[in-house]
């Protein structure tokens, strides 16, 4: 089975998800669970429609974790997916592999993406799921 992706049961923390423009946004996925997964989840992050960012503009994908999903600002970012500063208007075509990370052990129990951009004309749109790694 390859370039096929067993996506793990909590679905999507955001599918085909409109970039934010000079903002932060949380996936509309929303938080998943998937602590305790022994590093058997990948995160995968993918562009579904081509992002187009302007110069000296930064995007960025982030996951954020947290041991209480009840208090919003509990969440802190675990680790930075990806990260763009443009150097000039940047483009980047739709199916590009944004992120591979592959969660650890220690991850908290609850989970959520957050997209960032400082582009108030940005425009594209980006998946980030979980798959199941092969054993």
Do not use: W
């Not at 995007?59 to 443009?86: G, M, P, R």
């Amino acid at each position: 089975m390859y370039n096929f992706d067993i996506k793990d049961d909590a679905g999507y923390y955001c599918e085909a998800q409109a970039v934010p423009q000079n903002t932060s946004t949380a996936g509309a996925g929303g938080v998943k669970q998937l602590s305790g997964t022994h590093g058997g989840i990948e995160i995968v992050a993918v562009v579904t429609t081509a992002l187009a960012l302007a110069d000296t503009k930064v995007f960025s994908i982030a996951l954020q974790t947290s041991s209480d999903n009840a208090v919003a600002d509990a969440f802190a970012t675990k680790e930075t997916l990806y990260t763009v500063t443009a150097s000039g208007a940047t483009a980047v075509a739709a199916g590009t592999v944004l992120a591979r990370y592959v969660l650890p052990t220690d991850t908290e129990r609850y989970t959520k993406i957050v997209l960032t951009s400082d582009d108030a004309a940005m425009t594209g749109a980006v998946s980030v799921y979980g798959r199941y790694l092969p054993r």
